[in-house]
């Protein structure tokens, strides 16, 4: 049997299959005709199962049509709306089940106007039955209050009883209550003899809101009631506190008066290393000037509390005061830190101590202006501070440093201002000793004319932005001052302790010889 053409149809002309390509050709054809054949078989019973579904639906249909009744389902549905109505009527009545079922097969043939009326009669009944509730609880509610009245009366009556005391006019008196020895103290009597809380200044103190004001924490302020330095901080500045000094003036405070008094309250856990706070003035430039620098140190040296002050970003000569001067500050519940501006400058109170004095080293501002104060988080090499800030008041005292001072840290220890030298600071770095033979000779020439015969001196050390000219009397410095303003940032130099004593020794020289101070020539 010759392969079907449609199988040979996209075989080449000249192609011839051998006899088992014919038998497979021969094979596939047959079971192709199969497929098509149980597909056609399988569309055919599909269509005979839908016809009958469609018939079997159709007799269904009329059968319902033909046993159906006119207005059987009217009636069915009236009947099951009356037995609903009776029911609910039933149950809100409070009615037993089944008392009412000679009603029921008596009303079953009811037309719809006998529905109506029933429907009339549960809510009038429902009416009835709301005005008895309310009535029963507002009957309640007078006899509780009655009873209470009651109670009351005949408790009075009971402790006029046991009074001890009959005025004919007034009837019985309730006794006074005696508190004997046996008896619990009054809250008055608790407090008495207590210790001033830790968040609280000790009434000893006599900071009142008439002399001043606390400015932390602020009356509006919520959430927790004390500062301490963020764990996370990174440098002074990272997270600090800072809160301004209002309406300080320097010749007040210089005077005793006006706003020159700042206490703190704080506590210094015993396992702390240092905590600090610093004053500046207007203008500090990010705390490179600071007039007053207030920081313990528990491990250095054998504890001490070091108070500075910085110009220009340099520290000064600080005071270095040993712990064991001063009262226990590490590990204490809470502490009082006093700082009082006066006109001999910065006296420190610790527990009301005076622990040590900073000299004025800087002119204070001489208009009416705000102090800024700052708790840094860290110091200067981002090593933490640890300290828990409770309260800050600022306002005026009275002068607490009286008596002899003569064994208070810092007091008279020298004058801060140099007479006759300056500070030059804003020049251009310089990095090698070529630039400081030049910087030097700059300013040489420039201030070559306050110098006098001998002219002038200068340092400029190495790696630095700024430079000291000492000109030739403190005359000179005020009018080089007054003059090169406009080329110089200039500003005066603080002497060191070496150079005061120095300037000390070489005045006594000079009043041995009969010469002044300011002539005297320097080592």
């Known amino acids: ?63 319902e049509r033909n046993n159906e009744e006119p207005g059987a389902d009217v009636g069915v549905r009236k009947k099951s709306r009356k037995k609903k109505i009776r029911k609910e009527k039933n149950s809100f009545m409070g009615d037993q089940p089944g008392a009412n079922s000679d009603e029921e097969s008596s009303d079953e043939d009811s037309d719809e106007g006998s529905m109506g009326s029933d429907e009339e009669t549960l809510a009038e009944r429902r009416a009835a039955k709301l005005r008895q509730m309310r009535e029963d609880l507002e009957f309640k509610k007078q006899s509780a209050e009655d009873e209470a009245a009651i109670a009351e009366e005949r408790e009075r009556q009971r402790h006029l009883a046991e009074a001890d005391d009959v005025d004919e006019d007034l009837g019985p008196l309730l006794k006074r209550k005696k508190i004997g020895a046996s008896n619990a103290s009054s809250l008055i009597r608790n407090l008495e003899g207590q210790a001033t809380p830790p968040h609280d200044f000790s009434g000893k103190l006599k900071m009142s809101r008439v002399s001043g004001s606390v400015l932390f924490p602020s009356h509006n302020e919520d959430g927790s009631n004390y500062w301490s330095p963020p764990p996370t901080a990174s440098n002074p500045n990272d997270g600090c506190f800072e809160m301004e000094l209002p309406g300080f003036e320097s010749a007040q405070a210089q005077a005793g008066a006006g706003n020159n008094t700042l206490a703190v309250k704080f506590m210094a856990p015993e396992d702390s290393r240092r905590f600090s706070l610093n004053i500046a003035g207007p203008g500090h430039r990010d705390y490179h000037d600071i007039l007053f620098h207030f920081n313990p140190r528990q491990r250095e040296k054998g504890g001490q509390v070091v108070i500075n002050d910085k110009q220009e970003g340099i520290w000064g000569s600080a005071v270095n005061v040993p712990l064991s001067q001063c009262p226990i500050i590490f590990g204490q519940p809470s502490m009082t830190l006093i700082i009082q501006i006066t006109g001999d400058g910065y006296d420190v109170f610790i527990d009301n101590k005076h622990c040590a004095r900073l000299e004025h080293r800087t002119q204070l501002p001489p208009n009416k202006c705000p102090l800024t104060l700052q708790f840094p988080s860290t110091d200067d090499y981002g090593n933490p501070e640890g300290w828990l800030v409770y309260k800050v008041w600022w306002g005026h005292k009275a002068i607490m440093a009286t008596g002899d001072l003569s064994n208070v840290a810092g007091v008279n220890m020298f004058s801060s201002i140099h007479p ?10 310089i990095h090698s000793e070529p630039e400081v033979d030049l910087r030097k000779a700059e300013l040489e020439r420039a201030f070559r004319k306050y110098g006098g015969a001998h002219g002038v001196s200068v340092i400029a050390p190495t790696n630095s932005s ?26 005066r130099a603080r002497r060191t302790k070496h150079e005061a004593l120095q300037e000390e020794r070489a005045a006594a020289e000079a009043s041995g010889k009969g010469k002044s101070k300011e002539s005297a020539g320097w080592d």
């Open 1 to 63: 049997m010759p392969p079907p053409t449609s199988n040979l149809a996209n075989l080449p002309p000249n192609f011839e299959p051998t006899p088992e390509e014919e038998s497979l050709l021969e094979l596939y054809s047959t079971v192709k005709s199969y497929e098509r054949e149980a597909a056609r078989l399988r569309e055919q019973a599909a269509k005979a199962k839908l016809a009958a579904a469609n018939e079997k639906y159709r007799r269904e249909q009329e059968a």
């Open 420 to 429: 006759r030298k300056l500070f030059v600071s804003g020049l251009s770095k």
């Open 466 to 491: 700024y430079a000291f000219v000492e000109v030739e009397s403190e005359r000179q410095a005020d009018l080089a001052l007054r003059e090169m303003q406009s080329q110089y940032k200039i500003n």
